[in-house]
């Protein structure tokens, strides 16, 4: 049986063969609508034709190929749909991802190394996805090719960047806590200095000014977001004879240790103390009793957004240069399971 051609991709898109020609070459600049895009795509994919990789390489100078640069993320469960987000766009603009994972340095500063055996691979542009939410330093040699910053942002403000709307996560699930009809909430927060722990701080002072609710600087505990750390903030601050009806936690990790310091102490959640974590993090979040309502994280989107930005960059459409000194905010959607419920009468 006869191989379709580009004619024959052509003639099913109902478009000429040298729009066929640009669409599956990525030619940059060129004027076709993102309908006629998908068109030629779907084409192409229904007859199985796909342009020679190595032809297209020597007249476009491209290689089809883009480097993630996954600071620790690949070795992550809860944050690899960032790499599911980035291969499912790529393949959807023919593209093709070169993972290499790295470890994070002292400094917070990707390694220079790793950037560059991505170079010697002849990748088109980079992603490059760090684990935590915070500002990086980027390698001079990053800076030859076209980038963009997943979860995390560029202190030069040079490079574009995606990252979670922090602020609005928190303001979700705080108003989920407020709207069941509590005034009394407690926040389990994270001690580290990076962006997260401040923005979701911030978003939880926003939603008790923005409902009268005075700030009580009694109920804001810090400490390591892990669970240990969490279950022992949790008992101080239950323990109490004034404790708070509900319990913001800074990550799912430190809500599984409020769940184990709240049966310690006999009380039935939520009917005696409702809890919000952050992250979504599955295994933890579906699987504690009853399951626990936090806050999913834009992992999968992220991935989606950075790649669409590098194409439209390998495109030269300089808009997209001039996001890079403000980041691009993704939502953080909540997911209501059974850990919160209105507060019990005293």
Same mark, same amino acid.
């Not at 905010?329 to 019990?344: F, H, N, T, Y």
């Given at each position: 049986?006869?191989?379709?051609?580009?004619?024959?991709?052509?003639?099913?898109?109902?478009?000429?063969? #040298?729009?066929?020609?640009?669409?599956?070459?990525?030619?940059?600049?060129m004027r076709v609508s993102v309908e006629?895009?998908?068109?030629?795509?779907?084409?192409?994919?229904?007859?199985?034709?796909?342009?020679?990789?190595?032809?297209?390489?020597?007249?476009?100078?491209?290689?089809?190929?883009?480097?993630?640069?996954?600071?620790?993320?690949?070795?992550t469960p809860h944050a690899g749909r960032?790499?599911?987000?980035?291969?499912?766009?790529?393949?959807?603009? $023919?593209?093709?991802?070169?993972?290499?994972?790295?470890?994070?340095?002292?400094?917070?500063?990707? !390694?220079?190394?790793?950037?560059?055996?991505?170079?010697?691979?002849?990748?088109?542009?980079?992603?490059?996805?760090?684990?935590?939410?915070?500002?990086?330093?980027?390698?001079?040699?990053?800076?030859?090719?076209?980038?963009?910053?997943?979860?995390? #942002?560029?202190?030069?403000?040079?490079?574009?960047?995606?990252?979670? $709307?922090?602020?609005?996560?928190?303001?979700?699930?705080?108003?989920?806590?407020?709207?069941?009809?509590?005034?009394?909430?407690?926040?389990?927060?994270?001690?580290?200095?990076?962006?997260?722990? !401040?923005?979701?701080?911030?978003?939880?002072?926003?939603?008790?000014?923005? !409902?009268?609710?005075?700030?009580?600087?009694?109920?804001?505990?810090?400490?390591?977001?892990?669970?240990?750390?969490?279950?022992?903030?949790?008992?101080?601050?239950?323990?109490?004879?004034?404790?708070?009806?509900?319990?913001?936690?800074?990550?799912?990790?430190?809500?599984?240790?409020?769940?184990?310091?709240?049966?310690?102490?006999?009380?039935?959640?939520?009917?005696?103390?409702?809890?919000?974590?952050?992250?979504?993090?599955?295994?933890?979040?579906?699987?504690?009793?009853?399951?626990? #309502?936090?806050?999913?994280?834009?992992?999968?989107?992220?991935?989606?957004?950075?790649?669409?930005?590098?194409?439209?960059?390998?495109?030269?459409?300089?808009?997209?240069?001039?996001?890079? $000194?403000?980041?691009?905010?993704?939502?953080?959607?909540?997911?209501?399971?059974?850990?919160?419920?209105?507060?019990?009468?005293?």
């Amino acid at each position: 049986m006869k191989s379709a051609g580009i004619r024959d991709v052509a003639q099913l898109a109902g478009v000429s063969v #040298t729009t066929v020609s640009h669409v599956l070459n990525d030619t940059p600049n060129m004027r076709v609508s993102v309908e006629t895009r998908a068109r030629v795509r779907h084409a192409a994919k229904t007859l199985g034709y796909g342009p020679n990789r190595m032809a297209q390489a020597l007249r476009t100078n491209r290689s089809g190929l883009i480097g993630l640069l996954s600071e620790e993320i690949a070795t992550t469960p809860h944050a690899g749909r960032i790499i599911l987000g980035a291969q499912n766009a790529a393949r959807e603009h $023919d593209l093709t991802l070169v993972i290499i994972n790295t470890e994070r340095d002292a400094g917070g500063t990707s !390694h220079r190394d790793d950037v560059q055996a991505l170079i010697d691979r002849q990748v088109d542009a980079v992603l490059y996805a760090t684990m935590y939410h915070r500002s990086v330093s980027l390698p001079p040699n990053l800076q030859d090719l076209p980038a963009v910053l997943i979860d995390s #942002t560029d202190r030069a403000g040079i490079v574009p960047a995606v990252v979670p $709307d922090e602020v609005g996560g928190a303001v979700a699930a705080v108003t989920h806590l407020v709207e069941a009809g509590h005034t009394r909430i407690g926040f389990l927060n994270n001690d580290d200095d990076v962006p997260a722990t !401040h923005l979701r701080f911030a978003g939880y002072r926003q939603v008790l000014q923005a !409902h009268d609710i005075p700030f009580d600087e009694d109920l804001v505990f810090s400490a390591p977001s892990e669970t240990l750390p969490g279950y022992g903030l949790a008992r101080e601050l239950l323990g109490r004879s004034d404790r708070p009806t509900a319990l913001f936690c800074y990550n799912d990790r430190m809500a599984m240790g409020a769940y184990r310091a709240a049966t310690e102490l006999g009380l039935e959640i939520p009917r005696d103390l409702s809890i919000v974590g952050f992250d979504n993090q599955e295994l933890i979040a579906a699987n504690l009793f009853p399951g626990l #309502t936090t806050v999913a994280l834009p992992h999968y989107e992220m991935g989606v957004w950075a790649v669409e930005t590098l194409v439209h960059l390998l495109h030269g459409e300089a808009e997209y240069r001039l996001i890079a $000194d403000k980041p691009a905010l993704l939502d953080c959607p909540l997911v209501i399971r059974g850990s919160v419920a209105q507060p019990r009468a005293n």
